[in-house]
């Protein structure tokens, strides 16, 4: 019995023994660099990543609309367009055709009319939406059994995965959609006093219209389904990072009440995001944010705010465009510090031209940022940047200074892609789209190069950059850029 | 915010709330931490053992030195030893307890102070000879943690940082009463090396519960960001293998320490590793009398839990007293209290939606490690036993 019990014991100390687990890590240094890198190319990121222009995500072609004043009553594609895309053409030789068609592409393209409410040049109101945010195209975006019905083909393979309106934390943590289709009048959530977090329901439609449209084919194979997730089990040798523009406009938009990353937490975010992604064998490169007050979908308030509504397209009369601006800078604090967002720009000249009225309503928080909440945005934007240079320094992974470059821009006045016509960050200028805030062709077309130069330069890599006859090509091809818009 | 990496030792009783959130359906709820291990029963079976060892051995050395001279030794108090010249080692035959207990919970319980009834042991072993005994254990116990129910936490939404609201957990209703039941098998051994005698026991434990109104333990949680659904969050098995050694042996006074690695059976839940987990356990009774005594049982126990990405360390301690009342039944009263240090904070701390508007969608809780204290007093007949809650 005695001889029993000692075997037992040894038996069991054995099994304690081997109760050891070993983990294997893959460190950053430890992955390739070179061309062997641009294997398999995947974009993390939000819409800027996604292509999205004009506050739609379009990749079908052939889409038109009665209220389009582009040829044809065309409604321009914007996936194709975006940076990502023109990273991977570069990097990989891929055509732009290819790009287009779905048996080929690696983006996820959407249908007509397009997810989202896009707009598009108008003959009579100069800007109109092709369609609303809450029509049967986008409520089928909501659901898992649905939301095929958005996508051109759902047997493509995706490597774009980004998400329009995604926030640094929710690429991580980002499950499903955060709210249901819109059930209220005009797109809009009916609000629950007894419930406040339906207010938050507009806050989060974006990307809870675009999360399964992009990332839901994964749901069977990916668990929790994040957009972090479908990316490392992408295996990727290479992977664009660009994330925190929504948790800046989250804030920005919604008056500074908007439960946003802390830049704390946008750099713990960041990091974890960035080590999952090398954890999964992948080089990384990250891109830090322009300062969104320099983009036209925000008018600065004072002395510019007259010289804007005075000159083309606006045609503002002095008087009316000097009394408006002195009666907002009254009114609602908006001075030379302050900025009208786009929609109470053309609010205010709605309300001038059809009602004469040179004291506009206007509406907070969404139709203008005071001269104090500016400073705020400004700051809040610089920190982001700061979380964001810090991420990447850490975990090793290039950072490509998309703010330095639109700071030069704002600086100089523009940057000559075709002299005397484009391009400028003013609204119209050629560099962003209707929207204001995501980039037109060439604005795009400009970031790649950075990624690509970036990209070249650390990690050895051969990716030839647009060149200076391929960027002019695009600018007089872009229907968002002079002479064409 | 969410991303923290969660866990909870009673996941079970969120997981209700979740419900209970989720179908607007309010009800108490409840939650738990436990001492129990795999280690803990066996000490009993143990002690026993190794008191008639001791005293078999000093009455050889009486005997000896006395040349001839009976003695006899008295069993300790309130087990069912018998004389150490008549038992040398493990309790031989057929031996038994049941009892019924309930306990009084302390601590910042909210709503929840009531007297938790439905506790239940069963227990039957046998000897085969003084070496070698083998039992079967169950126990059936309820519990409440500590702040489980009276705070007001954080309210989130899936995949954003910061908090968008507050809940309060009492208002809201929460159901999350936890019934745990465990079940032993064990089989000691005496071993004698020259003078020390101890005790080796390779024990099988079972453990699965019921959560709320629920009829099981699937309840959802929140885990590193993440809910997680179907997992039986308190059901879980383990081997461990105990040894008890003796410290201290006088009329009065008996001591011993035991130390026991286990390890899981398998990886459950978000078990990410199962490294062997060393129970360490000190045991040390006063017996005022034949029929009384006093003992206090203070121990570092490990668990893994479904919901538990590693092993939670609890330190706790029991303090109790017990009498023969009539033959061989007992009556018993132990406070226990015990709670993790490497998870905090303790309770549902917070709850985040997995969808817009909160009241008509999932809420899944998230919770930190729980504590809990509590005074239990047991009827029953047998040997009164030490369990956890």
Not at chain 1, 14 to 28: E, P
Not at chain 1, 166 to 191: D, N, Q, R, S, V
Not at chain 2, 53 to 59: D, E, G, P, Q, T
Not at chain 2, 293 to 314: C, H
């Amino acid at each position: 019995m005695r001889s029993r019990q000692i075997l037992i014991s040894i038996a069991a100390a054995l099994i304690v023994a081997g109760c050891t687990s070993s983990s294997t890590s893959q460190t950053v240094n430890s992955l390739p660099i070179g061309n062997a890198i641009l294997q398999r190319i995947v974009g993390v990121g939000d819409s800027l990543t996604a292509g999205e222009q004009s506050g739609g995500l379009l990749g079908a072609t052939g889409v038109v609309s009665p209220v389009s004043a582009y040829p044809g009553g065309a409604v321009p594609p914007g996936q194709e367009f975006g940076f990502w895309s023109i990273l991977y053409q570069q990097a990989t030789g891929t055509p732009q055709a290819a790009m287009f068609n779905p048996g080929t592409s690696p983006l996820p393209l959407i249908a007509g009319p397009g997810l989202g409410s896009q707009l598009v040049l108008n003959a009579t109101t100069l800007i109109r939406a092709t369609h609303p945010s809450c029509d049967a195209f986008n409520d089928a975006a909501f659901s898992r059994g649905s939301f095929g019905a958005t996508r051109m083909s759902l047997s493509q393979n995706v490597l774009d995965l980004g998400v329009p309106g995604i926030t640094a934390h929710e690429a991580l943590y980002m499950t499903g959609p955060l709210t249901g289709p819109p059930t209220g009048p005009a797109c809009t959530y009916p609000f629950n006093p007894a419930d406040p977090s339906t207010a938050l329901q507009p806050l989060v439609m974006s990307e809870s219209t675009a999360f399964l449209p992009v990332l839901g084919k994964f749901a069977t194979a990916v668990g929790p389904l994040t957009e972090v997730n479908v990316a490392a089990s992408l295996h990727p040798t290479l992977t664009t990072v660009w994330l925190g523009a929504n948790d800046l406009l989250d804030f920005t938009f919604s008056g500074g009440v908007a439960p946003v990353d802390t830049p704390a937490q946008m750099q713990a975010d960041l990091t974890q995001t960035i080590r999952t992604l090398q954890a999964a064998g992948s080089r990384v490169v990250v891109a830090n944010l322009p300062d969104i007050l320099f983009l036209p979908q925000f008018f600065r308030g004072g002395p510019t705010l007259t010289a804007t509504l005075e000159a083309a397209p606006f045609s503002v009369p002095a008087p009316a465009a000097i009394a408006i601006t002195a009666y907002i800078q009254a009114t609602y604090h908006v001075g030379p510090g302050g900025f009208l967002t786009e929609t109470g720009f053309f609010s205010t000249l709605t309300q001038l031209k059809a009602l004469g009225s040179v004291t506009p309503v206007l509406h907070a928080p969404g139709d203008y940022l005071t001269d104090a909440f500016a400073v705020q945005v400004q700051g809040l934007n610089t920190s982001y940047n700061g979380a964001i240079a810090v991420a990447a320094q850490s975990s090793g992974a290039p950072l490509v200074d998309v703010h330095g470059t639109f700071e030069a821009i704002h600086i100089a006045g523009g940057i000559p892609i075709n002299p005397g016509v484009c391009c400028t960050l003013g609204f119209g200028g050629g560099l962003l789209s209707i929207d204001g805030l995501h980039p037109s062709n060439t604005g795009y077309a400009i970031i790649a190069n950075l990624f690509i130069q970036k990209i070249d330069t650390v990690y050895r890599t051969s990716i030839p950059p647009l060149t200076s006859a391929q960027l002019l090509a695009i600018s007089t091809t872009d229907p968002y850029a002079p002479p064409g818009f | 915010m969410s991303f923290r990496s969660y866990r909870m030792g009673v996941a079970l009783a969120a997981g209700i709330s979740a419900v209970a959130l989720a179908t607007g359906s309010g009800s108490p709820a409840a939650a738990d931490s436990t001492i129990t291990g795999p280690a803990s029963q066996t000490i009993q079976t143990s002690n026993i053992a190794l008191k008639n060892a001791i005293a078999s051995w000093r009455s050889r050395h009486d005997d000896a030195a006395q040349s001839g001279g009976s003695s006899s030794s008295s069993g300790p108090t309130g087990t069912s030893t018998v004389a150490a010249t008549k038992s040398t080692g493990l309790p031989t035959g057929l031996a038994y307890t049941l009892d019924f207990s309930m306990a009084q919970p302390y601590g910042d319980l909210g709503s929840q102070t009531a007297w938790l009834p439905g506790g239940m042991d069963a227990i039957i072993g046998y000897g085969v000879n003084p070496n070698f005994r083998a039992s079967i254990d169950f126990y059936e116990l309820q519990h409440y943690p500590v702040g489980f129910n009276s705070g007001t936490v954080p309210l989130y939404v899936q995949g954003f940082a910061p908090q968008i609201s507050t809940v309060n957990l009492a208002t809201a209703g929460l159901n999350a009463t936890t019934k745990d039941r465990f079940m032993f098998v064990t089989a000691s051994g005496l071993i004698r090396a020259g003078k020390l005698p101890f005790v080796i026991s390779p024990v099988y434990l079972s453990r699965w519960s019921t959560v709320g109104a629920g009829g099981n333990d699937i309840v959802p949680f929140m885990y590193n960001g993440f809910p997680v659904y179907g997992v039986h969050a308190r059901t879980a098995q383990y081997w461990a293998l105990s040894v008890t050694l003796p410290f201290l042996s006088t009329p009065k006074m008996f001591g011993t320490f035991t130390l026991a690695p286990a390890w899981l059976n398998h990886l459950n839940g978000v078990n990410i590793e199962n490294h062997a987990q060393l129970y360490e356990i000190l045991y040390l009774e006063y017996n005022f009398d034949p029929k009384t005594k006093i003992f206090i049982q203070p121990q570092v126990s490990r668990d893994y839990l479904p919901p538990d990405p590693y092993a939670e360390i609890n330190p706790g301690y029991f303090l109790g007293i017990s009498r023969k009342v009539y033959k061989q039944a007992f009556v018993q009263l132990v406070l226990g209290s015990s709670g993790p240090t490497n998870y905090s904070p303790y309770g549902v701390y917070g709850l985040t939606c997995q969808g817009l508007p909160c009241s008509q969608n999932p809420v899944v809780p998230t919770v930190g490690g729980l504590k809990a204290t509590q005074l239990q007093v047991e009827l029953g007949v047998g040997t009164p036993s030490v369990i956890p809650f």
